[in-house]
């Protein structure tokens, strides 16, 4: 009987020093619970993903040189009996400096690295850049370890996209022997990837021959959030073991697996990996030693703020082995708060301000900023205009009074009205598009003197409908440092917002949103009688068409074959293709979807394809 830990951990890219303490300490807690193997997320040393970092000759040095500090620490600290698995930034030194950077995997055990692999698929594709900095690795190394009942058995090791490619080292674990996998994952989150990722441990462990150990990340990095959600199966595919979703946690079980052989094969054994190249075996014993006992300490570590969704109380607190599944809305909306929690707390800052409509927007931005770092660091601002209507300032200041933000009211009127009469000599009209996003422009200035003035990060309150359709104004309602519902089209942000305001009534809470703020027709508030409509197709419609084009990446031909209007089709096609040079101006935010504006999707500004016109 082997019990594994697998410590779903929230790393910093570029944090060295404090990512090795995290190595440490859920060693100690791992330890605690009598685990003989713990396993950490791919590129916990450094942080994932470290892109242009990779070209530092210092950063991967420095990786390196922490990497043997920590398996020193281990041993130090009472530690070195557990044998851990961890990602970190590596060299080859046959290689040159920036071209030879394998992203590693090591096994640390009785003070010292014992033994490291590289990753063997490297994906380019998403939100992935691997090509640009690494080279595949193709060594498994399987590791004999001594279980609780006196026998060893052997594990082998994986990195992420290695088991979401056909052959390679799945293909060399088989051929090994080895009873385990285990795999360090840093794998972001999308909508529906859960079940994908079950699906994919449970058919690689059945390929593999071996239980499989997926260990992930969690926490948001710019624009990624990662879920944790590692996964334990065993050999047949049967689900053993399960962590929580956004949160820390460490996830323990005991895994029946077969002894090795009592003749160990040869400590290198090249093989067939089914994939056009060879993978060398490589086998290390490591000495039986038992695991300490370590008494766990009381240690604060960072939790996400979910007041109203059912997670576990606290990192690890919860026994599994299966932690509770989360609804499809409460998965996105945990995700969204993850990224704006980590985004605002890595980058050093201490609170975040909002321009605040009392629209159904920046209600959901403002809400997901007060359950990410608490509504005592949340400031709005509200800033009525000319057109604005009495229930936007009601329905803001009810807000307010629901959930206890900082508010200022700073009415623009007058801001406005001297810049249009400063502007008119030179041919500036009193109505019209110039003078409407002029009132965004005064706005966005407002925001941005106050963020100087006291340090607030400014929260952008546009959603992946607008930015699609260039439905913002450039340094106006774009301006700002982050954007939490940028990748949430217009429709999810309704039900995102009745979903938490029905959450919060089922805990007994007071619902955050205005009911008001939800059911009103959107407007955007900068002519008379304005509309969302006056520009947009209703939101349902568009965003069925939006999600075709920039999704699913359907040219007009297929759009229209889906049964889309033509002239619809063409319309919106136009607007989202003229729109590229405002996104690319945009603040970066969460990736909730499987192509976000950002990482994702990586269009030319200067482009003069257009897809032809509906016939």
Same mark, same amino acid.
């Given at each position: 009987m082997l019990r594994i830990a697998l410590a779903q951990v929230n790393a910093t890219v570029g944090d060295l020093d404090g990512n090795a303490g995290l190595i440490v300490e859920w060693t100690r807690r791992a330890a605690a619970r009598g685990a003989r193997v713990a396993v950490f997320p791919e590129m916990m040393l450094t942080g994932y993903p470290v892109e242009d970092l990779a070209l530092r000759a210092s950063f991967v040095e420095a990786s390196i040189r922490t990497l043997h500090a920590v398996a020193a620490r281990l041993g130090a600290e009472g530690l070195g009996g557990i044998a851990v698995v961890t990602g970190y930034l590596d060299r080859r030194a046959d290689l040159a400096p920036r071209t030879g950077l394998p992203d590693a995997a090591a096994l640390l055990h009785g003070r010292r690295v014992v033994i490291t692999s590289a990753k063997h698929h490297l994906p380019n594709y998403g939100v992935f850049d691997e090509f640009r900095y690494f080279v595949p690795g193709n060594t498994l190394p399987v590791f004999r370890v001594p279980a609780s009942d006196g026998e060893s058995v052997e594990v082998a090791i994986a990195i992420c996209e290695d088991l979401w490619q056909d052959g390679g080292p799945v293909a060399a674990c088989r051929r090994s022997g080895a009873g385990l996998l285990v795999v360090p994952n840093a794998s972001p989150y999308e909508r529906g990837k859960d079940d994908v990722r079950l699906d994919l441990c449970v058919r690689r462990a059945?390929?593999?021959?071996?239980?499989l150990a997926y260990a992930n990340m969690i926490g948001g990095q710019d624009e990624l959030v990662f879920d944790g959600d590692s996964i334990l199966v065993a050999a047949d595919g049967a689900l053993l073991a399960r962590g929580p979703q956004?949160?820390?946690?460490l996830v323990v079980a005991d895994l029946d697996l077969p002894a090795a052989a009592p003749d160990?094969?040869?400590?290198e054994q090249p093989v067939d990996a089914e994939d056009g190249t060879t993978i060398t075996i490589k086998r290390v014993t490591l000495p039986a030693s038992q695991p300490p006992a370590v008494q766990l300490p009381a240690v604060q570590l960072p939790a996400v703020q979910l007041p109203a969704v059912q997670l576990p109380a606290g990192p690890g607190e919860l026994e599994g082995p299966l932690w509770p599944r989360l609804s499809d809305p409460a998965e996105v909306y945990g995700a969204l708060v993850t990224g704006v929690r980590d985004y605002v707390r890595k980058n050093g800052f201490r609170s975040v301000i909002v321009a605040l409509s009392g629209g159904i927007d920046s209600a959901l931005t403002a809400t997901i900023a007060a359950d990410a770092i608490g509504p005592s660091s949340v400031h709005v601002v509200l800033m009525p205009s000319r057109y604005s209507s009495g229930h936007s300032v009601s329905d803001a200041e009810d807000l307010v009074?629901?959930?206890?933000?900082?508010?200022?009211?700073?009415p623009i009127k007058s801001m406005v009205d001297a810049f249009s009469e400063e502007l008119a000599p030179a041919g500036f009209p009193e109505t019209g598009l110039p003078a409407e996003n002029l009132q965004a422009r005064v706005r966005g200035v407002v925001l941005m003197g106050l963020s100087n003035a006291a340090g607030h990060l400014v !929260?952008?309150?546009?959603?992946?409908?607008? !930015?699609?359709?260039?439905?913002?104004t450039l340094y106006g309602d774009s301006a700002g440092g982050f954007g939490p519902i940028k990748d949430v089209p217009k429709t !999810?942000?309704?039900?995102?917002?009745?979903w938490r305001n029905a959450e919060a009534a089922r805990l007994g809470a007071t619902p955050p949103i205005p009911e008001n703020s939800i059911a009103k027709p959107p407007s955007a508030e900068l002519a008379p009688g304005q509309m969302d409509t006056d520009s947009l197709p209703p939101y349902e419609v568009l965003d069925a068409i939006l999600d075709d084009y920039v999704e699913k990446d359907m040219g007009t031909a297929e759009l229209i074959a889906a049964g889309h209007d033509p002239a619809l089709v063409e319309r919106v096609v136009r607007l989202v293709d003229t729109a590229e040079y405002k996104r690319r101006q945009y603040p970066p935010g969460p990736k909730i979807s499987q192509k976000n504006f950002g990482r994702d999707r990586r269009l030319p500004i200067t482009n003069r394809w257009r897809e032809p016109r509906p016939s």
């Open positions: 059945r390929e593999a021959g071996a239980a956004f949160e820390e946690a160990q094969a040869p400590s009074r629901r959930q206890g933000l900082h508010a200022v009211m700073i !929260l952008t309150t546009g959603n992946k409908s607008e !930015l699609a359709t260039g439905y913002s !999810l942000v309704w039900e995102l917002s009745r």
